[in-house]
């Protein structure tokens, strides 16, 4: 088999690069070890924010939620433009989303502080007591991660993407510094052009073209719970809380609340949930809405946060193979960041250049010990 491009990867970022240059009209291949979405994808919390702390994830998270919208639309999937309110407890917490929403402000992203009595309009159900103020965006939201990633892969099929599934990488064919092919155990893809979108098995991918620099990404387990249902549209927004162990919680259109919080494992590839999870997410969840103790728990799951030192994805091409590509590293934002990152990549593999701020995730900014500003996080 031949592609001119084959995507490694076949979570939302690995779709959402195949679909935007199948819709470039290139030839493109992803291939996925088990089917799509089964990484991290299908285990994330839905939520899509533009509530960052710098300039870039800001400018990209604008374009990723129009994204979302423009696609929500077209394709029928569900992206609700919710909202997402942060919980702020003391003035130094306030102090730091004042310079947050200056920039977001600037960038045309309308987050406002707000007062408890406010956020309990938005969220009856809180508890308000020990908060002074909150971070509010209403155009911030969350999207079902299912029908999304189906809905980009069936698109990019139709557009000509190939997606294989069940098809492992078992090494990459270099030759004079320049991919030659894809070794799967489906068989060899020639190609020219790989892109490693595999996020928490980047290192591994990178292991087989001996990566001639180090691009720091580890495996981190984080679970997450739903409960049983309660009455639809009582938590529409995402709701943060930095005090209560980086929480946040959201209700799903099923009604069931679904959550985690900072409770990190690793690095490892062991998804095995634990016991200690949930007795401290049960104990924080309930600080923020005191009523969700009531509430079973229907189910627990983990799945990993594919971190980097700063917390910000590396993105870009690597400049001593021919052409590889990396998009991984999204520490738990690489959902919100799907639409966008595909963008970006197409540009770069189509154009050299991106029109959004790629070079903040610039994957060489390790080896030189320029760590960005560490991204925004919770949970």
């Known amino acids: 088999m031949n592609s001119d491009i084959v995507v490694i990867g076949g979570g939302i ?108 309009e938005i969220v009856p159900l809180l508890d308000t007591s020990e908060i002074i103020a909150a971070s509010w965006n209403p155009t911030d939201g969350k999207a079902d991660p299912f029908h999304a990633t189906t809905a980009f892969a069936l ?9 294989l599934e069940y098809t492992e990488v078992k090494d990459i064919i270099i030759a004079d510094n320049e991919i030659k092919a894809v070794k799967t155990n489906n068989g060899v893809i020639k190609t020219g052009i790989v892109i ?3 996020n928490a098995w980047s290192k591994l991918i990178n292991a087989m073209i001996k990566l001639p620099i180090r691009i720091p990404i580890e495996p981190y ?52 949930p634990s016991y ?16 969700l103790r009531e509430l079973l728990i229907l189910r627990t ?10 917390s910000n994805p590396a993105i870009g091409k690597i400049e001593e193979i021919n052409d590889y590509y990396i998009a991984a590293g999204f520490s738990g934002h690489g959902f919100m960041m799907g639409p966008a990152v595909g963008e970006m990549v197409a540009d770069l593999i189509t154009k050299g250049k991106a029109s959004l701020p790629v070079e903040w995730y610039d994957p ?16």
């Open 13 to 120: 970022t690995g779709i959402a690069i195949a679909h935007e240059l199948a819709k470039r009209g290139e030839e493109v291949t992803v291939i996925e070890k088990r089917f799509i979405g089964s990484g991290s994808t299908f285990r994330c919390g839905t939520g899509i924010r533009q509530q960052f702390n710098d300039e870039a994830n800001v400018q990209v998270m604008k374009r990723s939620v129009e994204l979302w919208k423009k696609y929500s639309e077209e394709y029928g999937f569900s992206f609700k433009q919710t909202g997402y309110l942060f919980l702020l407890y003391n003035e130094e917490e306030v102090e730091q989303f004042r310079e947050n929403i200056s920039i977001q402000n600037r960038f045309g992203v309308p987050t406002k502080l707000i007062t408890p009595e406010e956020a309990k």
């Open 155 to 163: 698109h990019a099929q139709e557009m000509g993407a190939r997606i």
């Open 196 to 198: 490693n979108a595999t």
């Open 221 to 272: 387990r984080h679970q997450a719970i739903i409960t049983q249902p309660i009455k639809k549209n009582a938590i529409n927004p995402m709701v943060i809380s930095f005090k209560y162990k980086d929480s946040y919680l959201t209700q799903t259109d099923h009604g069931g609340i679904i959550g985690g919080i900072g409770y990190e494992v690793g690095p490892t590839y062991n998804l095995t």
């Open 276 to 291: 200690g999870f949930l007795r401290e997410v049960t104990t924080y969840l309930s600080k923020i809405i005191p009523s």
């Open 301 to 310: 799951w983990a799945g990993y946060y594919a971190k980097t030192p700063d």
């Open 364 to 379: 060489y900014r390790f080896e030189r010990g320029e760590l960005r500003q560490k991204a925004l996080q919770m949970g």
